[in-house]
Structures are given as C-alpha cells and as structure tokens.
C-alpha cells in the first residue's frame, strides 16, 4: 500500500545533507515537542517528572550513521555520563542505544569494544540497556553484535519489528532474552516487509502475544489504543502476570494514555530521545503518523487556553518555509 505522506518524510529521514543541516538550525520547528531535553541535565528532569507519575523511562542520546571514531567515541562517553547520572539520582530507567552510533559502519570490532564499555558500567548499577533496530541494512550485523554480548551479558537485550517477515523466528530465536516489540519505522522492500498496515498490525498483535506465553521479559512499544485494548483483554483472559511486560511509549505522545495505563496498574516505560541530533529521529516519527503535523501547527500557533499567541503568523510561515524547503530540496535531487 503506497502511503506518499510517509515515503516522504522516510526521504526527508534519509537525506544527509538535510540530517547534517539540522543541528544548525535547531529543534525549533516542532521536534522539541518530542525531544525530552538537549543535554543531560534536561533529559534527567524529563525522566524525575515521569518517575514522579509512576512512569519508568529508556533514554536515547540520539545520534546514528556515525562515520567518524572519535565522533562515536564522543557519544560513548556520553553515554557513559548518562549511566552515572541514572545511577547518582536513583532515576527509574534504563538505556537505548543504536549500534550506528557507536560504530558499527565504521568497524565492528571498535562498535563491539564500545558496547562492552557501556555494558560493564549498566551492569554495575543494575541497568538494562536495549539495543535499538535500524534500517534492515543493518539487521544481520544488530543482531550479530547482540550474539556476542549475550554470550557475556546479562543486561541486553533488542527491539523487533512486526513489519518484517522474519520477526516471528527471531521471536523464537531470542525467547530467553528482553525484547521490546515495535511495528517497525524505516520504509523496507516488500522482499523483506509487510507493506500493508493491518497485516502489520496483526503480526504486532501475535508477536505481543506469543511473548506473554512465554517467560522473558517484554516491552509493548504501541501508541494503538485498539492494539493495546486487545493486549490487554488478552492478559486479563489467560491470567498473564503484569510484571512480565510493559507498555511503552514515546516522549510527546498520548500523554493522557500513559497516565492512564500506569495508574491503572500496568507498569509503563516512556521512550525519551534527546540531544542536539534530532533530525532522524523527529521524520521517522512525522513518517509513521503524518497527522503529527497538526500537533506541531498548534502548539506553534495556540497557547494552552486555546488562544491564538501573538505572533503566530511569523512561526507558521517558518514552519512552512522549513516545509517547503526540504520539499524543493528533494525534487531538485531527483
């Protein structure tokens, strides 16, 4: 099924130089209402607020498609502070990481050295780290580097996609180990993904569920009430121990929901990326629900009472020239 909206914004996702451009002019065109801060400090304020509502976090320092050593070096260290700071303030919540960043197009022995390191230092504190899945380019090679740190870790684990043909056999392959269960948010060929989002949302449903029979343990990554409604008759019905699974969210979305979720009792875990490397991040989420657009244009053009802001017009005309510009960029590359 061809969805433009999101093929479009996957381009947008794509292009390096737009990716590159982006730390330039900042999060300033709605992305810093999905962004939970943009260093660690305001990151950790994010995750004590949500802790304060019964709500655990995972945090990503965004960055991904490293080509540099010392640039993946630099985001292994922050990491590293990141841990300490979890640590220091006793915060509910755990890590995710892209092996991209960390070196894995560069050589993955170096990528392997670099998770050992981030590793060693969650398991001294008793921290989880979950190895975000990228693009199926670089499937094989995730799920390789994973192998090998099972082999000396307790406390890591990866994210399969519904979307991919071979999600159920690897469910089977990783059935001892934490998993979080995502649709999937990188546009794949048909030789390898499912295109049609009903059937996606199936596979979701049967992954989800395939998990629960079973004993690890497993995040539910879906902002879909009707999904998680089902989840949760399913649980309710085949009597499933609550503290085997979360539901998970990302940072920006279905507020309401969450807060609902965990005070109703289920353990919850919101997704919180942040940093000055926004730009990946933020189109991939315009990708998978291009009606998050219009969260943007009213955040930006009415305040809390629902009151135009003053300058309203400046902003809106901003966030379109931005639009637009990406839009004539791609066209002219074709």
Same mark, same amino acid.
């Given at each position: ?20 451009g982006a730390k330039r002019w900042g999060s300033h065109f709605g992305a810093d209402q999905f962004i939970g801060g943009v260093d660690i400090n305001s990151m950790m304020r994010s995750v004590k607020e949500l802790n304060d509502l019964g709500i655990s976090a995972t945090v990503d320092h965004l960055g991904e498609f490293v080509d540099k050593k010392s640039d993946s070096t630099k985001a292994k260290n922050e ?20 092996? #991209?960043?960390? @070196? ?11 998770? *050992? ?24 090679? #995730? ?40 649709? !999937? ?14 059937? +996606? ?5 049967? &992954?989800?569920?395939?998990?629960? *029979?079973?004993?690890?343990? #497993?995040?539910?990554? #879906? ?7 089902? +989840? ?17 969210? &990302? ?28 730009? !990946? ?11 998050? &657009? ?22 809106? @005309? ?17």
């Amino acid at each position: 099924m061809v969805n433009p909206a999101r093929d479009f914004f996957i381009a947008l996702a794509n292009n390096k130089l737009l990716y590159r451009g982006a730390k330039r002019w900042g999060s300033h065109f709605g992305a810093d209402q999905f962004i939970g801060g943009v260093d660690i400090n305001s990151m950790m304020r994010s995750v004590k607020e949500l802790n304060d509502l019964g709500i655990s976090a995972t945090v990503d320092h965004l960055g991904e498609f490293v080509d540099k050593k010392s640039d993946s070096t630099k985001a292994k260290n922050e990491i590293l502070q990141v841990i300490e700071r979890i640590h220091e303030e006793k915060a509910d919540c755990h890590l995710s990481v892209k092996l #991209t960043q960390l @070196g894995s197009d560069i050589d993955e022995a170096f990528c392997i050295q670099n998770m *050992r390191e981030i590793l060693d230092l969650a398991a001294s504190y008793n921290i989880f780290v979950n190895i975000d899945m990228e693009d199926y380019l670089h499937y094989d090679q #995730t799920l390789d580097i994973l192998d090998v740190l099972r082999n000396e870790y307790d406390n890591v684990g990866t994210v399969i996609q519904s979307y991919l043909y071979r999600s159920d056999a690897d469910i089977d392959r990783y059935q001892n180990t934490r998993l979080r269960i995502v649709k !999937g948010a990188y546009k794949e060929s048909a030789d390898v993904a499912y295109q049609n989002k009903e059937q +996606i949302d199936r596979e979701f449903i049967e &992954l989800a569920k395939k998990r629960l *029979r079973g004993d690890a343990f #497993t995040s539910i990554a #879906t902002h879909d009430h009707h999904i998680i409604a089902e +989840i949760r008759k399913f649980v309710a019905e085949e009597n499933i121990d609550r503290n085997k699974f979360e539901f998970q969210m &990302l940072y920006g979305f279905r507020n309401d929901l969450q807060e609902s979720l965990a005070n109703a009792g289920y353990l919850f875990c919101t997704y919180i990326p942040f940093g000055d490397d926004w730009y !990946g991040y933020f189109m991939r989420r315009l990708a998978e629900r291009p009606q998050n &657009l219009n969260l943007i244009v009213k955040d930006k053009l009415y305040d809390e009472d629902n009151q135009i802001k003053k300058q309203p017009l400046m902003i809106a @005309g901003a966030a379109a020239a931005f639009v637009s510009a990406l839009f004539l960029l791609l066209r002219r590359k074709k």
